[in-house]
């Protein structure tokens, strides 16, 4: 693997943008295990001067975690406890960010506004600590104390990975998709603390297994063990997973009576002995204990009478699998974004798209394939959809980067059974067009922030398109044109491609002139913060307005003027009321 990184790192891309190997290696990380693109990666290091121990700052929000990153390129040698001992300087300056920020460097500052917004959300705050070889004896001492510390803080908890050999080639392997998504593990079971048996023509094991052989189990921290859950982990901050992560630090010999346990499926489940067999494994209760459990890997190695019950059922069909997923949920509270799949207004709001577009289709699940006979530009995935929905018809392009507050916060407003079918095409067009103005070449030459914030940006881009309707047609800013007669009217006279480069023109140049604004003392503009506050509506609005009066203005575009308003004046009829969600 540290041949791989030394041989990668020698490209173009890398010796341009980044001034040594150790930040080259973070970029290497950023880009091959998060699949970030290039300005994504470079818009996230941090390394240099007055970098208060932080390389690199990826906060993921589709996830909602903040990934704080320190990397060690070291060849041969195991690593010490200097790296951690930065790390948790890096964690207690955090708990001060306006003091941290007022010697940090202009790319930290920056990027520590955007960390104090997710905090503010309750983002899960994860440090990674990078080292391609491993770490010695003494470094594994002090990881366990540093790891109790940083996990069992009340005011300010998170966790810390390490990432050594073997988990970055684990990370690398699952980021290439050649790990086998069925995952297949052996679990040693403890004699006289198991059972076998068969219920409803379903094998079953019930076995108590040690808290220290669950860190074992593959596929935790990447969440594959949970695909067939009901939801991902709710973060250390979660107050049923304070009182795990309590007990295993005060009292883990109790930890088996006061947990619920386990409950994991499997394909086929074979016991020889004490060894367990399980091919496609998934836990389908557990996602939050698990989570926390390997969070606290150090002090649950050294537990010896620390025990979880187990449930393993081998259920090949689905059907009955998804039953037990969701069932044996219910003692939680599971949040409606969990389960929105299989919402009514989401079933009939599919069924009617594909009823009125044959070879349509509509994609509700997450993970599900559209079938081979439907057309790639008559598909799109509820999650997109609701991104398009979000950013049209409420006006509110600074909330779609979040799935979470579209299919918890705002769904009763953006998911309506009636919302006919043509204006669910019409949106998938339209984002189609723009997104195809997003890519590596930057056709539009956008600002590098913009592409850097590709998993957001592109749908402030899709609102301006809908601003243009209401500034040429002078309606209030409550209303919003409907998008079946914005794409005709664009379609029609061939000004499709032009008015969706034209927007982009028009956001490129809201962040300019944002960024060019005074700020306060001590603060450093931040084009992610920008992205997701209102204001950044307010500068689009300006800047197609701007635009507008310029075609009239300058010799030479009267004609390009005059052709736009033609094509773009509509009815009053054609627009509708802004769907409120805020």
């Known amino acids: 693997m540290i041949e791989k990184i030394e041989n990668d790192i020698k490209e173009t891309y890398y010796a341009k943008n980044y001034a040594n190997d150790g930040q080259r290696f973070i970029a290497w990380y950023l880009r091959n295990i998060y699949n970030l693109d290039e300005n994504q990666t470079k818009y996230c290091i941090t390394d240099g001067a007055d970098d208060k121990q932080i390389d690199a700052v990826y906060i993921d929000d589709v996830n909602s975690v903040i990934h704080i990153i320190q990397g060690k390129f070291y060849r041969t040698s195991l690593v010490d406890a200097e790296p951690l001992r930065e790390v948790l300087s890096a964690w207690m300056q955090l708990k001060n960010i306006s003091k941290m920020q007022e010697n940090a460097n202009s790319i930290l500052k920056q990027k520590l506004y955007e960390i104090s917004n997710a905090i503010d959300e309750e983002y899960d705050i994860d440090f990674e600590l990078l080292i391609p070889t491993g770490l010695t004896d003494s470094a594994k001492n002090d990881l366990k104390i540093f790891q109790e510390q940083i996990t069992t803080s009340e005011d300010f908890s998170a966790t810390l990975s390490i990432i050594d050999k073997d ?29 076998n048996m068969k219920l409803a023509n379903v094998n079953v094991v019930l076995a108590a297994i040690p808290l220290k052989e669950c860190i074992k189990i593959p596929n935790i921290k990447d969440g594959a063990l949970f695909k067939k859950n009901v939801r991902q982990s709710l973060g250390l901050s979660n107050q049923v997973n304070k009182g795990i992560k309590d007990t295993i630090y005060n009292d883990a010999n109790n930890f088996f009576f006061y947990h619920n346990g ?5 394909s086929k489940m074979n016991l020889k002995e004490n060894n367990l067999q399980l091919k496609g494994l998934s836990v389908v209760n557990g996602c939050q204990s698990l989570n926390t459990i390997l969070s606290c890997s150090e002090k649950v190695k050294e537990e010896n009478e620390a025990y979880i019950m187990f449930r393993f059922y081998e259920v090949p069909e689905r059907e009955r699998g998804d039953k037990i997923s969701t069932s044996t949920n219910s003692q939680s509270a599971v949040k409606a974004r969990d389960l929105r799949s299989n919402d009514k207004r989401v079933l009939e709001m599919k069924k009617t798209y594909e009823q009125k577009y044959s070879n349509g289709y509509l994609i509700t699940k997450r993970g599900e394939v559209k079938p081979a006979s439907k057309d790639d530009n008559y598909v799109i995935d509820i999650e997109l959809l609701g991104k398009y ?23 009763d407003q953006l998911f309506k059974k009636d919302y006919e079918p043509e204006k669910i095409q019409s949106l998938n067009i339209l984002g189609r067009e723009v997104m195809n ?12 922030s913009l ?9 402030h881009h899709l609102y301006a398109i809908s601003l243009f309707f209401s500034i040429i047609n002078g309606v209030p800013g409550e209303a919003v044109i409907n998008p079946v007669v914005a794409l005709s009217k664009l379609e029609q006279n061939n000004l499709l491609n032009y008015v969706v480069r034209l927007a982009g023109n028009c956001l490129n140049m809201a962040l300019d002139n944002a960024s060019n604004e005074p700020q306060i003392a001590n603060r450093v503009f931040s084009p992610q913060n920008w992205i997701k506050a209102k204001k950044s509506l307010t500068d689009i609005r300006n800047a197609i307005s701007s635009t507008i009066n310029t075609l009239k203005m300058i010799p030479g575009s009267e004609d390009i003027y005059v052709k736009l308003k033609q094509a773009l004046t509509c009815d009053i009829k054609d627009f509708e009321g802004r769907w409120t969600a805020d």
Not at 167 to 172: A, F, K, P
Not at 262 to 266: E, F, L, N, Y
């Open 167 to 195: 988990e970055l080639i684990r990370r690398y392997d699952i980021a290439l998709g050649q790990e086998n998504p069925n995952i297949e593990y052996t679990l040693e079971l403890t004699n006289g603390k198991f059972l």
């Open 262 to 266: 386990i409950t994991a499926i499997c």
């Open 389 to 411: 929905l979000i950013s049209w018809h409420s006006q509110r392009p600074n909330i779609a980067y979040s799935p979470t507050k579209i299919f918890d916060k705002y769904f």
């Open 437 to 448: 103005k997003w890519t590596k070449e930057n056709p539009l030459g956008l600002n590098e």
């Open 451 to 459: 592409l850097a914030m590709r998993a957001y940006a592109p749908y």
